[in-house]
């Protein structure tokens, strides 16, 4: 749909590669153990999504966001899709009381904060060493991307991952996510685990639209 499913993976183990080969002490590769999961897996992808009635928004087609979550604490997008349903959870309802789970299943993490949303103008440098801290403090973030990034697509497709991780060297770190959307059905891969960078921008300023950030 956006982009083939080898390359970017192939791209991460280059990074671990160069973590590997960095000098001691000054390289990092903090990757949560977090299992990848797919919104357009096909034990749940035409389900629809939240109290909605048009068929067009299923799992499948409007779920990173749930399938994301889910990722955080080992529930699947279908079970969190069954858990929001009586708060009134419909697709586009992407708000903070949507955000915040744990309203609806007690196991979720606690939500921190969501920053603002930067759909037009570069993510904040503060921002961005504030997400690198609290990834390599082993807590998870939610994070809303341009699923086409412009110059590709002038309109925002807006998509949701789960950052999971750090990978890099001082100034030159990059972030690992768990991506809802990739499918590779011939090997029943749905969801993949990649670099944030240059999938969603060429810099973290660029890909990063908002984050949502959760306790352990």
Known sequence: HYHAFHPPHAQLEQARLAWLDAP?????CL???LDVLGQRDPRWKAEMLGNNTDKRYT??????LITSIGMMFGATPSAVNAAMKPGGFVAGSGTLATFDVKRFMPGAPALIRSTATYRSVPFPASEITSLLAHLKSGRPAVIEVDMIPSPRNKVFDQHFVLGVGVIGTPGNEQIVINDPWPIDPARGRYGEQLLLCPLY??????ALTRVIYYAK
């Open 24 to 28: 001691r002490g000054t390289g990092m």
């Open 31 to 33: 990757i949560q153990t």
């Open 59 to 64: 799992i499948g087609g409007w779920g990173c």
């Open 201 to 206: 921008g060429n810099t973290l300023a660029a």
